[in-house]
């Protein structure tokens, strides 16, 4: 069975600092996958979506980026992290039948 | 523009007291409408697929359905376990990108 792994589930970072964000699924092969923001009182927000080794599409212009070294890693990261940044992160991988999602990380910027 | 708008925003109901939630969307080509739940803190729960109008699916007391402009998620008899947020999502484009609305919060009080 496919199972889908991110962490950390939790993270207090300072303004203007890095971030890192992991995801790894197992038990696929060549999943597409997705980056999603879940703000307070939004809906989920996709960020990027990836459909193979080193191919990212970016749905909206911000400040984070993401990467896919390798089939089943999907990072998402930043430079220099805003207090605009806060929420709550997940990773899924999709299929036309439907969507499995990570467990999230919740990222406060202070 | 591709939108999804779930209503009402909240609804609590006592145990027992069946309802139904909604979820309106305009999209180009619907390929699929999915129904999340998502408990506080974790990540979205896959419940239903639906394809096309005139589609059922059921779940314990939970039963989707769709028309050509909205579907609607049937609770009945629920019970406190049932209290989470519903999300519907609506599937576009040959990536298979999902289009989140904001979510119905259930409370079901005993």
């Known amino acids: 069975s496919q199972t889908i792994h991110q962490w950390p589930a939790t993270l207090v970072q300072p303004v203007g600092s890095p971030l890192s964000l992991e995801c790894t699924v197992e038990?696929?092969?060549?999943?597409?996958l997705y980056w999603y923001r879940q703000a307070a009182g939004r809906g989920l927000q996709l960020l990027f979506y990836?459909?193979?080794?080193?191919?990212i599409s970016s749905e909206v212009p911000q400040n984070l980026s993401a990467s896919r070294p390798q089939d089943r890693q999907f990072i998402l990261s930043s430079k220099k992290l805003l207090l605009s940044d806060s929420g709550f992160y997940l990773c899924?991988?999709?299929?036309?039948?439907?969507?499995?999602f990570g467990s999230g990380t919740r990222l406060t910027v202070v | 523009e591709d939108q999804v708008t779930q209503s009402p925003e909240a609804l609590r109901l006592q145990e027992g007291e069946s309802s139904s939630l909604n979820c309106s969307y305009t999209v180009s080509g619907l390929r699929g409408l999915f129904w999340y739940r998502q408990d506080p803190g974790k990540g979205p729960e896959f419940l239903f697929t639906?394809?096309?109008a005139g589609e059922e699916k059921e779940k314990e007391r939970l039963k989707a359905t769709l028309t050509k402009k909205e579907s609607f998620l049937h609770i009945t008899a629920p019970k406190p376990e049932d209290s989470a947020t519903y999300l519907c999502?609506?599937?576009?484009?040959?990536?298979?990108?999902?289009?989140f609305g904001k979510g119905t919060k259930l409370s079901v009080k005993p």
């Open positions: 038990g696929t092969s060549n999943p597409n």
């Open positions: 639906l394809y096309s």
């Open positions: 990836s459909v193979g080794i080193g191919q």
């Open positions: 999502a609506v599937l576009r484009g040959s990536q298979g990108n999902l289009i």
């Open positions: 899924a991988w999709g299929a036309n039948y439907g969507y499995t």
